[in-house]
């Protein structure tokens, strides 16, 4: 060993020190800044939570950290310590001595970070013997130990696996176990919860925080997501545009927002309790691109409170009460009064008498048939929709909630009539629409509309944006007058200026793109138009304005909106009826207020509970997370579907599914074993 | 805000991209140099291609005789050029009826699925279990030799190929939510297939082809050294070599007729490679 | 799967035959032969070229059943004779180049994908794409000008010296055959026949292994798990070794199958130009002589290695790749 070994910090001292750090992208000759001076201290044991949108350069900056960078990005200045020892320009191989053994990383996606052709278990045990930290027998026991306290189920079988046998939670979990089987200082986790369900979001999160707390290990988290870094961190730090612009304890942080940036997201942050209204305060435009960044501070252009300053000279990041923040305004005379109603309260329609019923589907059935692999294959059936009944009245908001695999996109395509349905039948405008093709059905289309999740890949990239837009006038025969008209109007009233209207995708950000998919839809003027995540892609600062685009569109066009998600504060926000789904079923709807505030089925409740929120906010509210994963719809179990993820399943629940029936009111659950209204965990809270 | 979103990823593609553009170039100048000398032979070659001198056979490379002549004293490199003028076109004709054919079943198949596609996609993959070249040496050689019939023997074989890819991206594009979005704007099937998913399809397929037209000429070479193509006097640059074979020793008469061969296969193939470097969703920035 | 695919093949080489408008009969007689309708007649009676189409397809497939593919009418032997001659010399010829390529591809390829844009990198795309742009009916012609008649390095055309005498068949390779019969001094005059015509098929296909192991390889290259295998403290020649080189490998298997198939049909000019008496050679000479028995025999023998293969390939594919593997097994269960 030519480096002394690393002797464990005391709890409290700085472990990682990275001062100025610079990272830039491009051509030796013309570098592009991705990461422009950052500063940060994470204290042994303490988690440090790195917030930022896509492009903000916080990846760039933890890569930069462990010497990880993408091929074409190099660190251009300041220093990285790890205990004091300097990172940036040390040799390769005392960077590998350092990662896995004293550094632990996990990556975003678990299926793309684990060698698809190798077993799990020597996959969790590679930093113990690329350290040679344990001899076979000793890792395998380790490996065994660490994933079960990760919570990952028959260890004894699952270290024999290969990772596309495991769903993605438990794929998480054995990359977090990976990360920590040689007990490191500092865990480096890059967005480890994006891609997977909030519930499963929520287990993983519990375990980080334990794990931080029985092992001592500093967590350095990344998010594009407030909920989740509040949720766990003690620390947080906001970067824009390749700096930090404020950083602080969260607490502090969160209720001092003494940055316009960190103000506005904190601001724009869907609630699973609270009042709700149904516009959300959005920042205007967009994050600048690394070629592209404006003079001054870089979010002047979009802050409400910039001052002449604001454009001329950058703000370094000083102390701010009790946060730092790079900022003029605040370092001059600070932004106004933090309104603790993070809402604007602006009158909301209330669906007051129900108006003609628009789309009423009973019934409905749709299987998948997945195909094997090779020619030896059987078909086997997925029931993605089994059974779904719901009914959509003119100019109503239905929100459709649940988890990846639940079948909430299939529902969307058969509702469309986009797929065919197996069984059952959907009455739409008055007519019965189920089985209904060729001219008739394509006539029908235009009074139903689809938006898509991918802004990427809903558009066709051929065509310039005009084209787009125009495509539903041009196949149903509109003139070309009116056309061009209709197009011209449409892009306004989605916020696309007439610049845009001869680009092609590829030139536009996320959000534009979302916009033309928005503004393809409405150009036909359909009563109901189904919305698949159309935000789940976007970046944190967007998401805010397109959910207010469509709340604004939906009033002025009295559409019937049928927005799906998996974020049950969006839907919130947004819907005045609420639909859950799992496993092809609906378990639970009703009015917004009562399926949230007083929600009678378990996994409703679980859904709620596991919202990411600041400890301080949830107080000593009995969280009740679900264990495991779902079930695969593959093969659902017997009775009720959910019973095996469960805490009120009773026998009963295995043999005879329940069906989904309230007390008369249009509050409906299906569950044998309802939640007690008076009870529910959340009602104090709605009260409020 | 109007600018166009320039992400790091996208920014990498600068630095790989302009190796990759060399090559292209290079590429496109062997391509353009040979159309050129072929297009315009009669003012560049000073000897009619046919013309025999039995008194000057086999005189080395000269000033005179660039290339050397051959053993009837012809000008190899006035019979390189008119060569070309046979060569060229009819690679460009097989790759072309090749690529009509394939990409009309691939895409039928892809888009109508079910029985048509099984149909297609029996008889394309019993295609390619033959080896094409026997089958097209045994249709040239049954037809009879001549220049047309070695088109119509390798277009015979070429389709197959286009069937495979062409159906794949149909299949992968038509899965797509834009063609999911013009079904539910109320776009007819036939517009959907023709006017959303072919032609979004169709810069991957003329890669394909134009890496294909480098395989063509090799092709033609092949029959053509067999005796199976363009007959005597006819030039024709696989015959060529054909004839220098037996006067290895005087190299320039079967080397010359093998190089644009060669340097155009190597050029199509180059300009493939950059293309699809340059499509690489590694440098190339975001999905798709 | 199998049994559609060769009845297919032979259904697909039957319409081909039938629908050239060349006679056989007049193409193989001799012109004054077939002056004479009652000669030709009788020879369309001998080749049953008499009966309807139908009755021809069903009698030979009857006939292919048993092993019988027919007389060749160029040499007057049954088709299965001939190719039991003519096929071991060429499935020698593809299996020894296919080795060579596949030793040396992999390595060239993967040195080339980790230093992508690089010196080598440059040296090693261009050659290869010089393999496979290559016309190898030249490079063989030139080749055994230098190393044949004027080095006198390489030995003259043909399987073995005139002098020597075949090994005993047994598997009718001759240089496993001299080995079984213990004679070492043939075995390597055999490898040195060898050795100049492989060279000359081995440059297209290291050529395309090369390059589509480059490929494989810088799919894989930028994938997380090796940026998570470098987090794990693994050096990049572990991680080379360990996680991208076995991933990068599970396509190539493909290739490798496609490019023996081809080199068994792609060998015929290496054949003719080095007097390697093969089935290439075979196949043009019946083609020439429009010889259909011979030419339908061909195809549909290199056609059935081919799916043989690629069948073998699949399921090599199944071994190394646990997520088809599983797949398999799950139905198999």
């Known amino acids: ?688 | 805000m109007a600018a166009p979103i320039a992400r790091p990823a996208r920014l990498l593609a600068g630095a790989a991209g302009w190796l990759s553009n060399a090559e292209m170039a290079v590429g496109i100048v062997i391509i353009l140099g040979w159309a050129v000398m072929i297009a315009a032979a009669p003012l560049i070659a000073h000897f009619d291609p046919l013309q025999q001198h039995i008194a000057l056979r086999l005189r080395p490379p000269s000033a005179v005789h660039l290339f050397g002549t051959d053993q009837l004293g012809r000008d190899v490199f006035a019979r390189v050029l008119y060569g070309g003028r046979e060569s060229l076109p009819a690679a460009v004709a097989v790759v072309a009826a090749g690529f009509l054919v394939g990409v009309s079943l691939g895409a039928v198949a892809g888009y109508c699925r079910g029985i048509v596609d099984d149909l297609v996609m029996r008889f394309t993959d019993m295609m390619l279990g033959f080896p094409l070249i026997i089958l097209a040496m045994a249709v040239a050689a049954a037809l009879g030799a001549s220049l047309a019939h070695g088109i119509i023997a390798l277009a015979a074989v070429w389709w197959p190929h286009y069937v495979r890819v062409c159906r794949a991206l149909v299949l992968d594009l038509g899965s797509k939510d834009y063609v999911v979005a013009s079904r539910a704007a109320g776009r007819r099937p036939a517009g959907i297939l023709l006017r959303v998913i072919l032609p979004n399809a169709l810069q991957a397929l003329l890669v394909m082809a134009a890496i294909d037209v480098g395989r063509a000429i090799l092709s033609f070479a092949i029959l053509g050294f067999l005796g199976l193509g363009a007959q005597p006097p006819q030039p024709e640059w696989g015959a060529m070599v054909s004839t220098g074979a037996t006067v290895m020793d005087d190299w320039w008469v079967a080397t010359f007729p093998a190089m644009p061969v060669l340097t155009l296969a190597f050029a199509f193939n180059l300009i493939g490679d950059s293309i699809r470097d340059a499509l690489d969703p590694w440098v190339g920035g975001r999905r798709q | ?333």
């Open chain 3, 1 to 333: 799967m199998l049994i559609p695919v060769l009845l297919g093949m032979t259904l697909i080489s039957f319409a081909v035959t039938k629908a050239i408008p060349t006679d056989p009969i007049i193409a193989s007689i001799s012109q004054e032969a077939s002056n004479h309708p009652e000669i030709v007649a009788a020879y369309r009676k001998k080749w049953g070229l008499d009966k309807p189409v139908p009755v021809q397809y069903l009698t030979y497939v009857g006939n292919l059943l048993h092993g019988d593919m027919g007389v060749s009418i160029y040499t007057h032997r049954p088709v299965v004779d001939d190719l039991r001659d003519y096929l071991p010399a060429t499935v020698e010829l593809a299996t020894v180049t296919i080795f060579f390529s596949v030793v040396l591809s992999i390595p060239l390829g993967i040195l080339a994908a980790i230093r992508r844009g690089g010196m080598i990198d440059l040296v090693v795309r261009l050659l290869t794409l010089a393999g496979v742009a290559m016309p190898i009916f030249w490079l063989a012609l030139i080749l055994l000008d230098i190393f044949y008649l004027h080095l006198g390095w390489a030995p003259a055309p043909g399987r073995l010296d005139y002098a020597l005498q075949p090994p005993p068949p047994v598997t009718r390779f001759y240089i496993i055959d001299s080995v079984i019969a213990g004679e070492p001094s043939t075995a390597w005059n055999a490898l040195s026949h060898l050795a100049l015509p492989a060279f000359v098929l081995a440059t297209w296909s290291v050529g395309l292994l090369t390059r589509m192991t480059r490929a494989s390889m810088l799919s894989v290259l930028p994938q997380d798990f090796l940026r998570a295998a470098r987090g794990k403290g693994a050096s990049e020649f572990y991680v080379i070794r360990r996680h991208a080189a076995p991933n990068a490998m599970i396509p190539i298997v493909t290739v490798i199958g496609l490019a023996y198939g081809d080199l068994l049909s792609g060998a015929l000019l290496v054949e003719t130009i080095f007097g390697w008496p093969g089935i290439g050679r075979y196949a043009f000479n019946a083609a020439v002589h429009v010889d259909f028995p011979a030419i339908i025999g061909v195809a549909l023998t290199v056609g059935f290695i081919y799916t043989i293969v690629n069948l073998a390939v699949d399921l090599i594919y199944a071994l190394l790749d646990p997520r088809v593997r599983a797949s398999l097994l799950a139905v198999r269960a």
């Open chain 1, 1 to 688: 060993m030519t480096h002394p070994a690393v002797t464990p910090p005391r709890p409290g001292a700085t472990l990682l020190d990275v001062g100025d750090l610079q990272v830039a992208v491009g051509p030796a000759r013309q570098p592009l800044p991705v990461v422009r001076g950052v500063s940060l201290q994470v204290r042994a044991g303490e988690i440090f939570g790195l917030l930022g949108e896509s492009g903000s350069g916080k990846s760039m900056t933890v890569h930069a950290i462990n010497g990880l960078l993408p091929a074409g990005a190099r660190v251009t200045g300041g220093s990285v310590k790890f205990n004091g020892e300097e990172l940036i320009g040390t040799s390769r191989r005392r960077l590998s001595q350092l990662r896995g053994d004293s550094i632990g990383m996990v990556f975003q996606d678990s299926l793309t970070s684990l060698n698809p052709i190798m077993r799990i278990g020597l996959q969790v045990a590679e930093p113990l013997l690329l350290h040679g930290k344990a001899n076979a027998r000793q890792a395998r026991q380790l490996v065994g130990e660490r994933l079960r306290a990760m919570g990952m189920p028959d260890v004894h079988e699952a270290v024999r696996r290969y990772p596309h046998e495991f769903s993605g939670g438990m794929r998480q979990r054995a990359t977090i176990a990976t990360a920590l089987i040689a007990t490191p200082q500092l865990l480096i986790a890059d967005e480890p919860t994006t891609a997977l369900d909030v519930t499963v979001q929520a287990q993983i999160l519990d375990i980080c925080r334990r794990l931080n707390q029985e092992l001592g290990v500093a967590i350095l988290l990344i998010s594009h997501d407030l909920g989740v870094l509040s949720e766990i961190c003690t620390t947080i730090g906001v970067m824009y545009a390749g700096r930090i612009v404020q950083a602080g304890p969260t607490r502090a942080l969160l209720e001092h927002p003494s940055h316009p940036y960190t103000r506005a997201l904190v601001e724009s942050m869907p609630r699973a309790v609270g009042a709700r209204g149904a516009r959300l305060k959005a920042i205007g435009g967009e994050p600048p691109s690394p070629d592209a960044l404006p003079a001054g501070c870089k979010f002047h252009p979009r802050c409400a409170f910039a001052i002449a300053r604001c454009g001329a000279e950058e703000p370094a990041l000083v102390d701010v009460g009790d946060t730092r923040a790079a900022c003029w305004v605040a370092q001059a005379t600070g932004l106004p009064a933090f309104a603790p109603d993070l809402i604007t309260a602006n009158a909301r329609p209330q669906s007051a008498a129900p108006r003609e019923v628009l789309l009423a589907a009973t019934d409905l059935k749709h299987y998948f048939a997945v195909p094997g692999e090779t020619l030896f294959a059987r078909h086997r059936h997925v029931h993605a929709v089994d059974g779904v009944s719901l009914s959509i009245h003119r100019g109503e908001t239905l929100g459709i909630v649940g988890e990846s695999g639940c079948g909430k996109s299939t529902l969307a395509r058969c509702l469309l009539r986009l797929i065919d349905v197996e069984a059952g039948s959907i009455e739409f405008m008055g007519s019965d629409i189920t089985h209904l093709g060729g001219d008739a059905l394509r006539r029908i289309r235009q009074h139903m509309q689809p938006i898509f999740q991918d802004p990427y890949a809903s558009l066709n990239p051929r065509l310039p944006v005009a084209d787009i837009v125009a495509e539903p006038l041009a196949v149903n025969g509109f003139a070309t007058a009116e056309i061009a008209a209709r197009v011209r109007e449409a892009l306004e009233l989605v916020g696309l200026g007439r610049a845009l209207a001869s680009r092609f995708p590829h030139q536009l950000s996320g959000g534009q793109r979302q916009r033309v998919g928005i503004a393809r839809a409405i150009v036909l003027r359909p009563a109901l138009i189904v919305a698949d995540e159309p935000i789940s892609s976007l970046d944190l600062s967007i998401q805010a304005q397109i959910i207010n685009l469509l709340h604004d569109l939906q009033q002025r066009f009295d559409l019937a909106l049928v927005f799906i998600s998996h974020d049950l504060r969006i839907v919130r926000q947004l819907c005045a009826r609420i639909a859950v789904m799992f496993l092809g079923k609906i378990v639970e709807s009703g009015p917004t207020e009562d399926v949230c505030a007083r929600p009678r089925h378990h996994y409703t409740q679980a859904l709620l509970a596991s919202v990411p929120e600041p400890s301080f906010v949830r107080g000593r509210r009995a969280r009740g997370l679900l264990e495991g994963d779902p079930p695969s719809p593959l093969s659902p179990p017997s009775g009720c579907r959910f019973r095996t993820r469960c805490a009120g399943a009773q026998g009963r629940c295995a043999e005879v599914e329940p069906p989904l029936a309230g007390n008369g009111g249009a509050h409906r659950w299906a569950c044998h074993f309802p939640l007690d209204a008076d009870v529910s965990a959340l009602t104090e809270e709605f009260a409020q």
